[in-house]
């Protein structure tokens, strides 16, 4: 995997957290992140952030099911 490619699983990973903290922020996403095993304690993805990069950036608008999975908030 190239640096581009990680960093681009990164940011969809962050994103993705920070939709799912009432506040919004970076900060607050990255702590979500840590708590949900996204991302460790060196600030990179965890291979179960690897693995939500690769859902999210495979998924079309087609998965309606996985689309709808709701994950916990903090």
């Known amino acids: 995997m190239t640096i581009h490619q990680e960093f681009l699983?990164?940011?969809v990973?962050?994103?993705h957290c920070e939709?799912?903290?009432p506040s919004g922020t970076?900060?607050?996403a990255i702590k979500y992140g840590r708590k949900?095993?996204?991302i460790d304690e060196t600030n990179?993805?965890?291979p179960s952030g690897e693995l939500l990069a690769e859902i999210?950036?495979?998924c079309s608008p087609s998965d309606e099911l996985l689309a709808e999975?709701?994950?916990p908030t903090i």
Do not use: H
């Open 69 to 71: 999975i709701k994950l």
């Open 56 to 58: 999210i950036t495979n």
């Open 13 to 15: 990973v962050i994103a």
């Open 26 to 28: 970076l900060c607050e």
């Open 36 to 38: 949900m095993d996204f």
């Open 44 to 46: 990179k993805l965890s």
């Open 19 to 21: 939709t799912r903290v």
């Open 9 to 11: 699983n990164f940011e």
